[in-house]
């Protein structure tokens, strides 16, 4: 599976943007799909995934309350919708698979990639 990533731009302090993560190829009902962040000069760190099969959901303590996470199996795809968005939230913005477990926050544990997104949030 080849995974693209695409969304991100510029916006100002509390507004909202939609990434959307689209496959092509296969994801095993089993997998998650899991976004991920970095930031300049910081580590890529977890910000969402949801298990492919069940629609089951979970978050960082950054993005609850302001992202949601959500897929379209039709269309294989995953959407991140960023609500509220911070400065601290600028970043480029990664999506990820991998048959790991459901909670798994840990970058090493998803096997593919999609470049990423460039989010960009104005003071």
């Known amino acids: 599976v080849q995974l693209q990533a695409s969304g991100g731009g510029l916006v100002q302090t509390g507004g909202s943007l939609r990434l959307s993560c689209t496959a092509s190829?296969?994801?095993?009902?089993?997998?998650?799909v899991g976004w991920f962040r970095q930031a300049p000069g910081k580590e890529r760190e977890f910000v969402a995934g949801i298990r492919w099969s069940r629609d089951s959901t979970y978050y960082s303590d950054s993005a609850k309350g302001r992202f949601s996470i959500s897929r379209d199996r039709s269309k294989n795809t995953v959407v991140l919708q960023m609500n509220s968005l911070k400065p601290e939230d600028t970043a480029v913005y990664f999506c990820a698979t991998g048959s790991t477990q459901f909670g798994e926050t840990s970058a090493a544990d998803f096997r593919t990639w999609g470049q990423g997104t460039l989010v960009t949030v104005s003071s």
């Open positions: 190829g296969r994801i095993y009902s089993s997998h998650i």
